[in-house]
């Protein structure tokens, strides 16, 4: 018997012997129904110890009604049909009275104890939800109240995010959630793999469970707890237990996102830092190259020069243009790889791009140009379009044979920009990889590398345009570049 | 002789434009940094000014813009590395006449510079012209006061936006005109015209003027920037 049950036997005793020593002077006149009203007291007194002690006190308290007040007097025995029905009703009254007494106290226990439940996790998650990265320190202090309040006797957490955090925490008596853990990990692998098991009762004895924490998509670890001896089996605890797992997996994924928008940012910084890089360095570049085309040009006006000298002049020009060429598509290709580019796009018909580009051609080289008068506009960033056609029509004059032709059309909902040559064509093993930089500098000559720079350049700004180059065979022989872009239906004449 | 102000931070790009300009007939001067050339420019007659727009000082735009105070009429040629688009149109907004993209090939640049020098000495030949004058550009001639255009001495009729348009380039020949530029004098600085618009306007314009305004020969585009009048096909 509890403590608290002996206390409240104690009261109902002195209860019931206060009401009869207070009624039994008057017995004689009072009636069966003031009695029992009177003397009901007592059971009710007893509820608040239990409902043992109540269902007890209601039968001592129907014997001493009996022999104290219901004639014949000091005898268990009853005279009258009043005096019977009399303590039925009474002995009915004070046990549906202690039955109801114990249901109430009951109600009010489990909403205490799901109001404390429920403030400890609103406390918990928003400890859990302010942390931004270092979730160890609020989950181990969450996972001590937890225990404090659910009256467990010892928990173990495992907790590990991806490319982050990674910690146990322990509260109480752990010892048998240690080895819990550690078994759950033996049979099914690493911790965080486990959580799809759901909630594993694991050696009753010592009655240990073991929670998943989890979202739906991802597994962030395990968390056993040992039930003390007033927990086990309470269907609150078990739901309090679950939220805090799932409370604890949304802090991990959000902490993973912020891990991962740290790291996203970490790398847009970094390309930022390579593409400024890049154009400080090309531009440093630049301006000897300038020097050294200006200082060759130079050369003539000094003084007379022969025709030897005169071609090495040209020599030294070419170059440097070859290589003014190498670092721009240098340059361009850094900016296509960190995503850098910075696109200016425009509704516009494509006629004067295309015969821009085909004009700015050194040497010049004659290009048919094929245009249909009415065209539909399209949303196109004009410069990158037309440095694309330039790389295109530079490789056709180098690596084709003439005659080059520059053909647009209109197909299928997308319009069409065909750079047509009628040399060796490529083959058809090689179509596709003849637009990746990697393999242009490393299967190529050092003048096809050059210009297989200049194709990844060209895919790299008309991808970057929502459109697509691919190479397709001319027919009779030679190489059909083509670039295709969306018509936008709005700009549709 | 004309006195041509070279300036660039780069004193082997000075030394190469100095012999072959001044093998050209041409008195250069130069200046390695924005003030020296503020400097240059307000103490000494010049005729034209190479500016290349980064200088270790300011900005060749600051440069522009003093010497454009200055000198409203001096014609003015940038020197630009390729990726400095926006610096571009703000140098022709500026008023710069011209831009040589670096690295340059040197025939390139004295081309740009007799053009630019012609059309100054032009502007500065013709006597003021009151407001019934005749604008004369390549085959385009405009009578102001009847705004009776003819070209290769035919009768053309324009509306009034092409008008304006042609006019406006026929005043500045061999001159890279901004689209804003373009829209603010054509539509009024308070219309917002877009680029396309603008597009459709000089793309009605060409079919008027141009002989084949497929392949258009007057009125060239400089992609991204703007547009260039082109009367006479010499660069």
């Not at chain 1, 009853?78 to 106290?105: D, H, Q, W």
């Not at chain 1, 890049?278 to 531009?283: D, F, G, K, Q």
């Not at chain 2, 004295?110 to 053009?115: D, L, T």
């Not at chain 2, 059309?119 to 004058?133: C, G, K, L, V, Y």
Request: proline share 6%.
């Amino acid at each position: 018997m509890r403590r608290r049950e002996l206390i409240w036997t104690a009261v109902w005793i002195a209860t019931l012997a206060a009401l009869c020593a207070a009624l039994l002077p008057a017995r004689s006149q009072l009636d069966a129904g003031t009695t029992a009203l009177v003397l009901l007291m007592a059971p009710v007194v007893a509820t608040l110890g239990s409902l043992r002690l109540a269902l007890v006190a209601s039968a001592v308290s129907a014997i001493v009604m009996n022999v104290l007040f219901i004639k014949p007097y000091g005898t268990l025995s009853i005279a009258s049909s009043t005096g019977i029905t009399a303590l039925c009703v009474y002995l009915v009254v004070a046990v549906v009275l202690s039955v109801t007494a114990e249901r109430l106290r009951r109600y009010i226990a489990t909403s205490d104890q799901r109001a404390a439940h429920a403030a400890l996790l609103r406390d918990m998650t928003i400890d859990l939800v302010r942390q931004r990265v270092w979730l160890q320190p609020p989950v181990s202090s969450a996972l001590a109240d937890l225990v404090r309040a659910l009256d467990l006797r010892g928990a173990t957490m495992h907790v590990s995010i991806t490319g982050g955090e990674s910690f146990t925490v322990q509260d109480g008596d752990h010892e048998q959630c240690d080895d819990a853990l550690a078994s759950l990990e033996h049979d099914l692998g690493p911790t965080s793999d486990a959580a799809n098991v759901g909630v594993v009762a694991l050696r009753r004895p010592h009655r240990v469970q073991a929670f998943p924490v989890a979202t739906a998509s991802d597994s962030y670890g395990m968390l056993a707890v040992q039930h003390g001896p007033d927990s086990d089996h309470d269907p609150g605890a078990e739901r309090a237990i679950g939220l805090f797992t799932n409370v604890v997996a949304l802090a991990c994924e959000r902490a993973a996102f912020v891990q991962s928008t740290v790291e996203t940012r970490a790398l847009e910084e970094t390309d930022r830092m390579r593409t400024r890089m890049m154009r400080a360095v090309t531009h440093d570049l630049r301006t000897p190259l300038t020097s050294i085309r200006a200082l060759a040009s130079a050369i003539a006006d000094v003084g007379p020069v022969n025709r030897q000298q005169r071609s090495l002049v040209d020599d030294i020009e070419t170059e440097a243009d070859r290589l003014t060429q190498l670092i721009n598509h240098v340059l361009d290709l850094s900016q296509i790889d960190s995503g850098g580019l910075q696109l200016h796009l425009q509704d516009v018909t494509v006629d004067e791009l295309v015969r821009s580009a085909a004009a700015a051609l050194r040497p010049s080289a004659a290009v048919e140009v094929d245009v249909p008068e009415r065209l539909p506009t399209i949303p196109v960033d004009e410069t990158l379009l037309r440095q694309a056609l330039v790389n295109l029509l530079d490789n056709a004059v180098r690596h084709g044979k003439p005659p080059i032709q520059l053909r647009v059309h209109e197909r299928d909902g997308r319009l069409e920009i065909r750079v047509v040559d009628h040399g060796k064509g490529i083959p058809a093993s090689e179509r596709r990889r003849i637009f990746d930089p990697n393999y242009a500098m490393r299967h190529a000559t050092q003048d096809e590398r050059r210009h297989g720079l200049g194709l990844a350049v060209s895919a790299g700004f008309v991808e970057a345009q929502r459109g697509q180059l691919r190479v397709e065979p001319t027919p009779g022989g030679g190489a059909t570049f083509v670039v295709s872009l969306p018509i936008d239906d709005r700009a549709t004449p | 002789m004309t006195r041509i102000l070279a300036i660039d931070d780069e004193p082997a790009i000075l030394r190469a434009i100095t012999i072959a300009l001044g093998a050209h007939g041409h008195e250069v001067r130069v200046a390695a940094s924005a003030r020296a050339a503020i400097a240059t420019a307000s103490d000494t007659p010049l005729d034209l000014l190479l500016v290349d727009l980064g200088l270790p000082d300011a900005s060749g735009l600051d440069v522009i813009r003093h010497v454009r105070t200055l000198n409203p009429t001096i014609p003015i040629l940038v020197l630009s590395a390729m990726d400095q688009l926006d610096a571009k149109i703000q140098a022709f907004d500026l008023g710069a006449d011209d831009y040589v993209t670096k690295p340059f090939a040197m025939p390139e640049l004295i081309a740009r510079i007799r053009v630019a020098l012609r059309h100054a000495h032009e502007a500065h030949a013709r006597p003021s012209r009151p407001e019934d004058a005749i604008i004369e550009a390549g085959p385009v001639r405009i009578d102001l006061a009847s705004r009776h255009v003819t070209v290769h001495g035919k009768p053309v009729a324009l509306t009034p936006t092409q008008y304006e348009l042609l006019r406006m380039f026929a005043r500045h020949p061999d001159r890279v005109l901004t689209h804003s530029t373009i829209t603010t004098a054509a539509w009024g600085p308070s219309e917002q015209v877009d680029a396309q618009t603008l597009r459709v306007a000089i793309s009605q314009l060409r079919k008027r003027i141009e002989t084949d305004p497929t392949d258009p020969k007057l009125i060239r585009t400089e992609l991204g920037i703007g547009y260039r009048y082109q009367p006479n096909d010499d660069t």
